[in-house]
């Protein structure tokens, strides 16, 4: 939704909140038959698993309206993960520091490794969109950045995003994109020994989830 829409949003919740300033309603919430929580006119709030894999019922007593809402996040428990591209492509390919593509399953301890992100959208300019990409357990991001290392001249087509965010763990950058592919690099080292799992290079529109694009998970192996 846009900022307009977000105010129409807030003005609806204005006149709920007054048609309900004199509820009395309360609630009971069970798992399975079993009581776990109570409602009684102040916010409920439950996160432990109690939930997970029961059958939930509320029931409610008094006047007025009782509203709840569920959200669950997590990863699938065999590492399996959707592709799926919609308005927009993200894709990210690995090369050593000359610009040679590199096989993910061979990569020796302490070797630098360059990381392209590319994106393009399919019809339309999209603003505001949010890349990230999760590092495999193996990997850590180079302090220096890769515009300070000249030894990669090799790299004629880097575009800079709008705002760059480098995390232990992972690298968020944020852009506009059009129909116009643009590459995006960053260097990591590989710093741990072992078989490590690596989730996909995910692009979402940050105020139209609609349009996204994940792709490109897979398994790192680095050797000593």
């Known amino acids: 939704m846009?900022?307009?829409?977000?105010?129409?949003?807030?003005?609806?919740?204005g006149k709920l909140a007054a048609q309900n300033k004199n509820a009395s309603i309360k609630a009971t919430v069970k798992a399975d038959g079993k009581t776990i929580a109570s409602f009684e006119g102040k916010d409920l709030l439950?996160?432990?698993n109690v939930l997970m894999q029961k059958n939930i019922s509320i029931s409610t007593s008094g006047s007025g309206r009782l509203y709840y809402f569920w959200s669950t996040q997590?990863?699938?428990s065999?590492?399996?993960?959707?592709?799926?591209?919609v308005s927009m492509r993200v894709r990210k390919t690995f090369f050593d520091r000359w610009g040679h593509p590199i096989n993910l399953m061979q990569i020796k301890q302490n070797d630098l490794v360059v990381v392209r992100i590319s994106i393009v959208a399919d019809k339309a300019y999209l603003e505001n969109v949010a890349i990230t990409d999760?590092?495999?357990?193996?990997?850590?991001i180079e302090n220096d950045r890769l515009r300070a290392t000249n030894s990669m001249d090799w790299i004629k087509d880097a575009s800079s995003p709008t705002y760059e965010d480098i995390r232990d763990d992972r690298i968020n950058l944020y852009t506009n994109i059009g129909t116009t592919n643009q590459n995006f690099y960053y260097t990591c080292r590989a710093v741990s020994p072992g078989t490590f799992k690596m989730g996909p290079v995910m692009a979402d529109a940050m105020y139209n989830e609609a349009y996204h694009s994940y792709n490109g998970g897979g398994w790192v192996r680095i050797t000593q």
């Open 74 to 76: 997590g990863v699938t």
């Open 78 to 85: 065999d590492g399996s993960f959707k592709e799926e591209d």
């Open 46 to 48: 439950i996160t432990d």
């Open 2 to 13: 846009n900022t307009q829409e977000r105010s129409f949003m807030f003005l609806a919740f």
């Open 134 to 140: 999760i590092l495999p357990a193996g990997f850590e």
